[in-house]
């Protein structure tokens, strides 16, 4: 029964579609791009669904992504452990990163190639302040949600020519 209610819902209301793409876009932006253009929203919707996600997730993941971390770590793993800020085995591409980009390159580069969590969780790790970072991938949030839309007409052209979309 709840089922069946759930799937009405999802047929008939745009709103669950929107949902499913503001959750999509604050975990991984492009795909949550991709899922706009494939659920034929228009282009204005597309920018407020995928702005209102990547700023979920990445006020999300500032102010919550150490207690989300260290609650995955107690419930899969059941020990204590000590929790570092950056891993040795992934520190190198990070300070690469950091060290030749620095903020702004590692805000721009959040969206399209790292996401919300990822973008986040390396400006944390070098001590960025967390009002410089949302100032900075708010912004970076909005310029790749336009960038995104105006592109969005050969996306699904080349979707629709790869056999991803009819």
Same mark, same amino acid.
């Given at each position: 029964?709840?089922?069946?209610?759930?799937?009405?819902l999802?047929?008939?209301?745009?709103?669950?579609?929107?949902?499913?793409?503001?959750?999509?876009?604050?975990?991984k932006?492009?795909?949550?791009?991709?899922?706009?253009?494939?659920?034929?929203?228009?282009?204005?919707?597309? @920018? $407020?669904?995928?702005?209102? %996600?990547?700023? /979920?997730?990445?006020? !999300?993941? +500032?102010?919550?992504?150490?207690? #989300?971390?260290?609650?995955?770590?107690?419930?899969?793993?059941?020990?204590?452990?000590?929790?570092t800020?950056?891993?040795?085995?992934?520190?190198?591409?990070?300070?690469?990163?950091?060290?030749?980009?620095?903020?702004?390159?590692?805000?721009?580069?959040?969206?399209? @190639? $790292?996401?919300?969590?990822? %973008?986040?969780? /390396?400006?944390?790790? !070098?001590? +960025?302040?967390?009002?410089?970072? #949302?100032?900075?991938?708010?912004?970076?949030?909005?310029?790749?949600?336009?960038?995104?839309a105006?592109?969005?007409?050969?996306?699904f052209?080349?979707?629709?020519?790869?056999?991803?979309?009819?």
């Amino acid at each position: 029964m709840i089922l069946g209610v759930i799937s009405v819902l999802l047929k008939k209301t745009i709103w669950f579609k929107c949902l499913s793409a503001v959750i999509l876009s604050a975990l991984k932006f492009v795909p949550g791009v991709l899922l706009c253009i494939s659920l034929g929203l228009s282009t204005w919707e597309q @920018i $407020l669904v995928t702005i209102g %996600g990547g700023i /979920l997730g990445i006020f !999300f993941f +500032t102010y919550f992504g150490i207690q #989300l971390r260290e609650w995955i770590h107690r419930k899969i793993f059941r020990r204590k452990q000590t929790l570092t800020k950056v891993g040795t085995t992934s520190k190198n591409w990070k300070i690469r990163i950091w060290n030749k980009y620095g903020l702004m390159g590692a805000a721009f580069l959040t969206p399209p @190639i $790292l996401s919300p969590p990822v %973008g986040v969780a /390396l400006a944390l790790s !070098f001590g +960025t302040p967390k009002d410089k970072l #949302l100032l900075y991938m708010t912004s970076s949030i909005i310029f790749w949600s336009f960038a995104f839309a105006f592109l969005k007409q050969p996306i699904f052209t080349f979707l629709t020519w790869i056999g991803i979309l009819p």
